[in-house]
């Protein structure tokens, strides 16, 4: 896998283009594109050392001695040199890659016959000199969404290819060795550009690893795919990303809509991601859909050197009324979103808002529940985010926290005693439990067995930036 395979990913176009803000923009720089073109014209150089050169044979007349037949056979390629290459980026278009003052190395078998019954052999060498190579790169989109890429427009031109004869009275041969010239040019010609293709559109198997849709879990998944049409400019490509958390299976929209932002003029990195705040409200949506942000507290959660255990003793300390009618019991808490999360960025900071029910109740002997009260819960929470491999993952930290009393069935009782005990319920045991979960990370959109380099995160206004250079291993 190489970096030009990441390349071909960002120019790749979809097949519909829709006029809707992206929630994932990511930019590969100048920087990026030099590294994809070394692994990439190294791959070039593999292809083209597997040139096949066919026996030719022919005639030609060679003052003084008139008609000369001559065969070349067992054509060898035994270097291939690519030192001079460029690859850029066209401003709205895609990307040229251009090889020059390359050079080849062949040897081979001659024979030839002339005067009729006079007959030679030997062997030969040719040195292939001002080989030029530009073609450029058209890439579509499958059924899938994923890119498929193609070469147009190539280009091969060898300026010379000359040949030195060894053996037999080879200071004759060399009188036309221009013909022989001119033969192994063309035959190289027509062989180059051919191997130039099948380098391009050997990419494609790789080109589908792509993770268009990327799983997170039994509940959710993540789609990568493009919006609208690459922004190329000279010196970075942007490719502009559904980054959308769906439920599995189905796919439905949430009630809002990515918001417009555009990355800075950062060009230190190979690459740059932003995600942007949409991203994580629409995870948020999907979570919450699932019917999964709620929780179940009981008393073996809460550690055992605590002083606070979740029983009718402990409450009852706050709501004498709890201790009264349900005496010696132990309790359950169940914590449920009221509505999804709300995440907004700001720079350096990351923040989430919550608003939640959390319904006590009283065990009894035989295992029923009695409800207790009902209690609302807004609370905010800072977000430490951070890259784990391909992953994006975080820690939350608790803010502030706000309650009132929905329902009693207790009889009344001001809220504010219980400030110190869900907050701390709140803190050592709702927030860990969630974080085991936030710490294992969401995909970040990526190619094959691609690695970040040195990845630096940094929370902007409505989105986070990742810059990181980026290595492909086999």
Not at 128 to 156: E, F, W, Y
Not at 236 to 259: A, C, M, R, W
């Amino acid at each position: 896998m190489s970096a030009l395979s990441l390349l071909l990913v960002l120019l790749a176009v979809a097949s519909t283009t829709l006029s809707v803000n992206p929630g994932v923009t990511v930019r590969l720089t100048d920087k990026g594109l030099q590294y994809g073109k070394q692994l990439g014209i190294a791959a070039m150089q593999e292809k083209l050392k597997s040139i096949q050169i066919p026996d030719f044979s022919g005639s030609e007349r060679v003052s003084p001695i008139g008609k000369v037949q001559y065969s070349l056979t067992n054509i060898r390629l035994v270097n291939v040199g690519l030192p001079r290459s460029a690859v850029a980026l066209v401003p709205g278009t895609g990307v040229r890659l251009t090889i020059g003052d390359a050079f080849m190395n062949l040897n081979g078998n001659w024979r030839v016959k002339y005067l009729r019954i006079i007959k030679d052999s030997g062997s030969f060498d040719v040195n292939v000199n001002g080989l030029t190579i530009s073609t450029s790169v058209v890439v579509k989109s499958d059924a899938t969404g994923r890119p498929v890429v193609s070469s147009t427009n190539c280009v091969a031109n060898v300026a010379s290819a000359k040949v030195k004869f060894h053996g037999g009275a080879s200071w004759l041969y060399n009188l036309f060795s221009k013909f022989i010239n001119k033969a192994l040019r063309n035959a190289l010609q027509k062989q180059i550009c051919p191997l130039v293709d099948k380098t391009v559109t050997g990419l494609n198997p790789k080109l589908q690893t792509l993770n268009v849709l990327a799983k997170v879990d039994k509940y959710a998944e993540i789609e990568y795919s493009m919006v609208s049409s690459p922004v190329i400019s000279q010196s970075s490509l942007d490719l502009n990303l559904k980054g959308q958390f769906y439920n599995i299976g189905k796919h439905q929209e949430p009630p809002f809509t990515p918001v417009a932002f555009s990355l800075p003029p950062q060009n230190n990195n190979m690459l740059y991601m932003g995600l942007s705040a949409f991203t994580a409200n629409s995870a948020g949506f999907v979570y919450n859909k699932a019917g999964v942000l709620s929780l179940y507290i009981t008393d073996d959660m809460v550690p055992k050197g605590s002083p606070f255990r979740l029983n009718t003793k402990t409450f009852g300390v706050f709501i004498p009324q709890i201790a009264k009618q349900y005496p010696g019991l132990m309790m359950k808490l169940l914590l449920r979103a009221k509505n999804s999360p709300t995440i907004t960025f700001q720079p350096k900071n990351a923040t989430a808002v919550a608003t939640a029910t959390m319904a006590a109740y009283a065990i009894q002997p035989n295992g029923t529940l009695s409800p207790l009260f009902v209690l609302n819960l807004e609370s905010s929470v800072s977000a430490d985010v951070y890259v784990r491999g391909l992953n994006i993952a975080g820690r939350l930290t608790l803010n502030q926290m706000k309650l009132s009393v929905g329902t009693s069935y207790v009889g009344q009782f001001q809220v504010g005693v219980l400030d110190s005990v869900l907050r701390m319920v709140l803190k050592v045991i709702v927030i860990p439990i969630v974080n085991v979960q936030f710490d294992k990370g969401y995909p970040l959109p990526a190619l094959g067995k691609m690695n970040l380099v040195n990845p630096q995160l940094q929370i902007m206004k409505d989105y986070m930036l990742i810059g990181t250079d980026v290595n492909f291993t086999d």
